[in-house]
């Protein structure tokens, strides 16, 4: 059982930056991928950001340039700096593993970024 716990996210100003953790109860070593997604009112769960074991990451096309994802093995943690920031981005973001077969999520943190 993997539990992941999101933190960092809040209310920004367009423009503005934020950055997000996702710190893990075993070791990301153990997790083949780690990533960022996000859901906004009235849409689906969507992907933000992938990092694999191997430190390959893939990026929505709406973030890409934005957000940069990046893994912290020592901590255990998984971080989503997210730079330049639009009203569109608001959402619960939420951190998601992937081990095994087995799928598991974090209960989301808000970011609002406000116009």
């Known amino acids: 059982q993997v539990q992941l716990v999101e933190s960092g996210g809040g209310l920004v100003q367009a423009g503005g930056s934020l950055r997000l953790s996702c710190a893990a109860s075993?070791?990301?070593?153990?997790?083949?991928?780690m990533g960022w997604y996000r859901q906004a009112p009235g849409n689906q769960r969507e992907l933000v950001a992938d990092?694999?074991?191997?430190?390959?990451?893939i990026y929505a096309d709406s973030v890409k340039g934005r957000f940069t994802i990046s893994r912290d093995n020592a901590k255990n943690t998984v971080h989503l700096q997210m730079n330049s920031l639009k009203p569109e981005d608001t959402a619960v973001y939420y951190c998601?593993?992937?081990?095994?077969?087995?799928?598991?999520w974090g209960q989301g943190t808000q970011v609002t970024v406000s116009s």
């Open positions: 075993v070791s990301i070593f153990s997790i083949d991928a």
């Open positions: 990092i694999t074991s191997g430190g390959s990451t």
């Open positions: 998601k593993g992937v081990n095994g077969g087995h799928t598991y």
